[in-house]
Antibody
């Protein structure tokens, strides 16, 4: 059974940083593209970034480019999202997703709140 | 960036009746479209890809059609467990991958 479990969310002040993790199981992690998607009440679902199986290619939406970094550790079956220079508008539930273009499986999400 | 527009925002359908949801792309996306279902308090669930191919374990009452810029998700006979928000997503031209704003399906 495929499982994706996000962690690392919480309350952070504007300008702060947070690192999200996604622990994957039930499939050969190193064979698949992986993605991060977030959901806000106001903007709905927003794809943020994806990463090739070997980590050699990464793509981002413009709104997070230069502030967020996607990475992975295939030895640990884990996906990461380093978020810097956080803004109030980054407040959302963050999901990791299996696959790079469509999202076959999703984690349960982790809530990030950016507020002073 | 390809903008995805869904209509209507809310759809009220009687149990057993057909529900038809629309998704429009701002430019042609061929058939590179997926649909997701999101129930309250849950993560989205993968329903359909390549416009009309059902994902694993998705009931046959869900079907997709269309091409180019106009797409449809049809629930042939609405069940109570189908109450959810449905999102379309294009993957023809990226980055970025983009989603529609969603259609909320409720029981009449």
């Amino acid at each position: 059974e495929v499982q994706l479990v996000e962690s690392g969310g919480g309350l952070v002040q504007p300008g702060g940083s947070l690192r999200l993790s996604c622990a994957a199981s039930g499939f050969i992690f190193s064979n698949f593209w992986m993605s991060w998607v977030r959901q806000t009440p106001g903007k709905g679902l927003e794809w943020l970034a994806n990463i090739k199986p070997d980590g050699s290619e990464k793509y981002y939406v413009d709104s997070v480019k230069g502030r967020f970094t996607i990475s992975r550790d295939n030895a640990k079956n884990s996906l990461y999202l380093q978020m810097n220079s956080l803004r109030a508008e980054d407040t959302a539930v963050y999901y990791c997703g299996k696959n790079g273009r469509t999202f076959q499986y999703w984690g349960q999400g982790t809530l990030v709140s950016v507020s002073s | 960036e390809i903008v995805m527009t869904q209509s209507p925002a809310t759809l009220s359908v009687s149990p057993g009746e057909r529900a038809t949801l629309s998704c429009r792309a701002s430019q042609s996306i061929s058939r590179n479209l997926a649909w997701y279902q999101q129930k309250p308090g849950q993560a989205p669930r993968f329903l359909i890809y390549d416009t009309s191919t059902r994902a694993t374990d998705i009931p046959a009452r869900f079907s997709g059609s269309g091409s180019g810029t106009e797409f449809t998700l049809t629930i042939s006979s609405l069940q109570s467990e189908d109450v959810a928000v449905y999102y379309c997503q294009q993957y023809n031209d990226w980055p970025p991958l983009t989603f529609g704003g969603g259609t909320k399906v409720e029981i009449k």
